[in-house]
């Protein structure tokens, strides 16, 4: 019988509803490229067989960072806010509420308005990305230097961004039948 891989402690969780996974994903995908950490988005570390629910727990468990990743359907579903208040209430975890979708920290309820966050989707993306990562890099006390100053954006910049933009025409330019289906 083969042994289970020995799993991968991540710096970072991202919690997020499934309709969002795009998204998610890609600000996974941009995060490791950025600053070289790990990050676990369940539909990325979820396998066949896999107690989802203690392999959830322990990637939250064990991230010093948690993103929130509220869009105007996640905002108010029980699982994000789950998590999030999870991390919330830890000593030892930082709470990042991330916005998408006309979404702004400020705007977010109680407690999440008092929490400082970002708006990944605000028109002028690679600038917010930059800020994010500077942020990101001084919190996590990365080793080494920091991250190269802004020249432009990067392949990565841009894929984070070419996401949120197939998420915004798959949320809000399908047809009102297709959206409502989404969301059973």
Known sequence: ???????????????????????????????????????????DQLRLGDEWLSKIRLALKSAKLVFALFSPTAIHRPWVNFEAGGAWFSDDKTLIPICIGGLSPSNLPKPYSNIQGVTLDDGRPESVFWYMVQDLWALLQLPGLSPLPRVGPDEHDKALAD??????????????????????
Do not use: Q
């Open 1 to 43: 019988m083969a042994s289970n891989p020995p799993e991968i402690v991540p710096t970072i969780f991202i919690s997020y509803i499934h309709e969002d996974e795009i998204v998610a994903t890609a600000l996974k995908t941009f995060l490791e490229a950025k600053l070289s950490v790990r990050v676990f988005v369940a539909s």
């Open 163 to 184: 996401a949120l933009n197939r998420w915004k025409s798959a949320t809000f330019d399908a047809p009102a039948n297709v959206r409502s289906r989404r969301r059973r």
